[in-house]
């Protein structure tokens, strides 16, 4: 194990800690899928090691990060969503991204309602943000399929970024949406 992330579940998926082997669906997303248009463009792999590692680093020196989400019947890797806090972001950040051939599936909805109902619960965060480039639609439907308002815009490592705030996980829609996909 990479890290101390717990496994969280829903009715289809689970999320779990970072692997060795999933660093390699985590690299062929980072070079080659057309959805890193909205978060910098393709990188290298060597880029996508270092965003690994990190993501590693992350869970090491927060107690959260990124969880791997993976099909519970196939074991298939889907993408990853979690919490993130850089050093120079202003809050932390519910964020999530699909790895191709998972888009339109309601994987990444039912995975940001897990972890936004373990950071509420286990970590007393909340209510988290989202910094979406205004050009990614898909995310920005997903805030707000999820609850999320959306607020002022701000500029996140020099990029311009609109932030979602999402509802708390006890609020009553958010206890619906958790009811829904663990059901």
């Not at 909205?38 to 680093?57: H, K, S």
């Not at 909805?109 to 050009?135: C, H, K, M, T």
């Not at 311009?160 to 996980?169: G, N, T």
Request: glycine content about 10%.
């Amino acid at each position: 194990m990479l890290t101390n992330a717990p496994n969280l579940r829903t009715s289809r998926l689970t999320l779990r800690g970072p692997r060795k082997d999933d660093l390699a669906p985590f690299t062929a997303w980072v070079t080659t899928s057309v959805r890193m248009s909205t978060v910098g463009g393709n990188r290298t792999e060597n880029d996508a090691w270092r965003g690994f590692i990190a993501g590693i680093g992350h869970w090491q020196w927060h107690g959260f990060g990124f969880f791997t989400i993976t099909d519970t019947a196939t074991g298939a890797v889907l993408g990853r969503c979690g919490l993130l806090r850089h050093a120079v972001w202003p809050e932390t950040e519910l964020a999530y991204h699909l790895f191709d051939g998972a888009e339109g599936k309601g994987i990444a909805y039912e995975a940001a309602v897990a972890v936004r109902q373990w950071a509420g619960e286990s970590l007393d965060l909340g209510p988290l943000a989202s910094f979406i480039n205004a050009d990614n639609t898909r995310s920005r439907a997903l805030a707000k399929r999820l609850g999320a308002s959306a607020g002022k815009e701000t500029t996140i490592e020099g990029e311009p970024a609109l932030v979602y705030r999402h509802l708390a996980h006890n609020n009553p829609l958010a206890q619906a949406q958790y009811a829904e996909v663990t059901a």
